[in-house]
């Protein structure tokens, strides 16, 4: 019998219409390392163990499993579909005209769900990889961002909460020019930003940025994504659970360094959705939400160890010309659109 834990002791996060959402997901991406009936199967554990949020994505190659899963749990009387907050994406290749609801259908009909609770556009551009590729890759139809095609991708979105297709849609990958860009085009504003956040890659502009205008901040790789795929592996990296601040608190509160990444993300606020398969692993994550909190003290020298290390660099989809993986993230506040 797995543990349970109670789900008036986790604590929630408010989107800005004032739904309650839990304070941490469960993410699925397998990093070409996990196969999908795994990831299906710890799903199933995890959402019998409390989560209720979980972040699905097309590309991520599972979301056929994960719906036979959640069928099961919906079967068992587990959990009722409304008790669930489920997220998913559309990937880069199906931005263009038309093809964003197609996207939506196959991820509902794979989840087996009649709707989403959260859609987003998983990068901003629509430069494709394969999956599973490595880090040289590149495409030669990649192009820079642009304002005008990412809102005929949002017209769509918006679109798909009109026909009662998804509930909320939002954005991940952005920057704060292209959000100052695209904000006041949006008629449907984005409920929630997916970004990753981790100790040594905290964003606080962008964070601050997304709470000021009332979208939730979903941080990915919360722990520093430690089975990331090779092509997201750069030397200059710094191992967040190695940081001193996290070691100190970890041992201070005898967990895991993991579990430190991810009280330090809750208790600032940001909706982690840490990735795990192993049973001890995501139950551990969720239940230290509950308990024994991290100091001021802690929370500040945590604050402290940020690097600015991007870790999910996004090379892959650079366009011809582009001078490097800082052109994807508009580094010197202005959006990088030419070569
Ligand atoms: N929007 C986007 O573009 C985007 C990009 C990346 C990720 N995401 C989402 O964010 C989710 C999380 O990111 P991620 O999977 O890359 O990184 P992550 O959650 O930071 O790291 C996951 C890894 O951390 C380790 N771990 C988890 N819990 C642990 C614990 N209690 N103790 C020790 N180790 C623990 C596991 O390593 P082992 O495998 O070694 O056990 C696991 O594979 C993804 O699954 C995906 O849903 C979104």
């Known amino acids: 019998m797995k543990t349970k834990i109670e789900q008036e002791k986790i604590p929630l996060r408010t989107l800005s219409s004032g739904e ?17 009936a795994e990831i299906a199967e710890a799903v199933y554990g995890a959402v019998k163990c409390g989560y209720r949020l979980i972040d699905c994505a097309a590309v991520y190659q599972n979301e056929k499993e994960i719906g036979q899963t959640l069928k099961q749990l919906f079967t068992e009387g587990e959990v009722k579909r409304e008790e669930l907050f489920i997220t998913s994406k559309v ?10 609801s197609s996207s939506c259908r196959q991820s509902l009909s794979d989840l087996q769900l009649e709707y989403l609770d959260l859609y ?33 991708t949002w017209r769509q979105c918006e679109a798909l909460v009109d026909q009662g297709l998804v509930r909320y849609i939002g954005m991940s990958n952005m920057t ?25 890659f905290q964003q606080p502009e962008l964070f601050d940025y997304a709470i000021s205008h009332n979208i939730l901040p ?15 592996r750069a030397k200059e990296d710094v191992a967040d659970i190695e940081l001193p601040a996290v070691a100190a608190a970890a041992r201070a509160h005898q967990v895991h360094p993991a579990v430190i990444c991810l009280k330090w993300a809750v208790q600032r606020g940001q909706v982690p959705i840490p990735f795990s398969v192993k ?5 551990s994550n969720l239940m230290c939400t509950t308990e024994d909190p991290l100091t001021e003290e802690e929370m500040k020298a945590i604050c402290r160890e940020d690097q600015n290390c991007r870790l999910i ?16 993230w ?10």
Request: with cysteine.
């Open 20 to 36: 309650k959402i839990p304070c941490m997901g469960i993410g699925t991406f397998g990093s070409d390392k996990y196969g999908a």
């Open 91 to 100: 990937w880069n290749d199906m931005h263009g005209e038309g093809k964003v």
């Open 120 to 152: 987003f556009v998983h990068w901003p551009f629509p430069n494709y990889h394969a999956p599973g590729c490595d880090g040289d890759s590149r495409n030669p139809d990649s192009k820079p961002f642009s304002v005008e095609e990412f809102m005929t």
């Open 176 to 200: 704060i020019p292209k959000l100052e860009a695209v904000l006041p085009l949006c008629r449907i504003k984005p409920a929630a930003l997916e970004m990753e956040l981790h100790p040594s």
């Open 218 to 232: 979903i941080g990915y790789c919360p722990i520093g994504s430690p089975s990331r795929p090779e092509r997201d």
């Open 279 to 283: 049973e001890q692993q995501y139950l």
């Open 313 to 328: 660099k996004g090379q892959v989809f650079l366009w011809e010309g582009a001078r490097g993986w800082e052109d994807l």
């Open 330 to 339: 508009d580094m010197d506040g202005v959006i990088v659109t030419k070569e």
